[in-house]
């Protein structure tokens, strides 16, 4: 399981303050006024970043780091990611999953036989699409395959973190 998580993506200087705009990579943009600090990633290491203020504006989030005063400061961020540390990430609720989790999970049908890994978590606006690519051992397709499956408990039996493993059922049709 990863330590950090990606909760957004700065795009822009913001004003003339040293502001930030934030897309939110989180389903809670909100959680942001909560936050004390994020890891902003440089690369090769990653800052911890104080913050100062937060505000909304449409689907960003404007947010004022402690240390940034200038646009110019804050024009060297742009398209770095923001991380959280997951002590400071959102609590879930039961059969919730942070996707960085679910990423890499091997899959398999009811049956026992292998599908693939999961390689991707796709969010609309009615349930999460989970990509699985099919495997050297994949009872289901050639490798370079994948198969899109919907995370709704018809298709989704059983996740296990600990087994690093999903059970699934493939419907009719997926294929």
Do not use: W
């Amino acid at each position: 399981m990863e330590d950090i998580l990606k909760v957004g993506i700065i795009t822009s200087p913001h004003g003339i303050k040293g502001e930030v705009k934030v897309y939110p990579t989180t389903d809670e943009p909100r959680r942001f006024k909560r936050l004390k600090q994020v890891l902003l990633d440089m690369g090769k290491e990653k800052l911890v970043m104080e913050i100062e203020s937060v505000k909304f504006f449409k689907n960003m989030v404007i947010i004022k780091f402690k240390g940034l005063d200038t646009p110019e400061d804050a024009q060297k961020y742009r398209q770095k990611e923001l991380y959280v540390e997951r002590k400071d990430a959102v609590k879930l609720q039961k059969d919730e999953y942070f996707i960085a989790d679910l990423i890499g999970l091997q899959v398999e049908d009811e049956d026992g036989r292998s599908v693939g890994i999961l390689t991707d978590v796709i969010t609309t606006g009615a349930n999460d699409v989970y990509t699985v690519a099919f495997s050297e051992d994949s009872a289901y397709g050639p490798v370079g395959g994948e198969v899109l499956l919907p995370a709704i408990k018809q298709c989704i039996l059983q996740i296990s973190l600990e087994d690093q493993k999903m059970v699934v059922h493939v419907m009719e049709g997926l294929l």
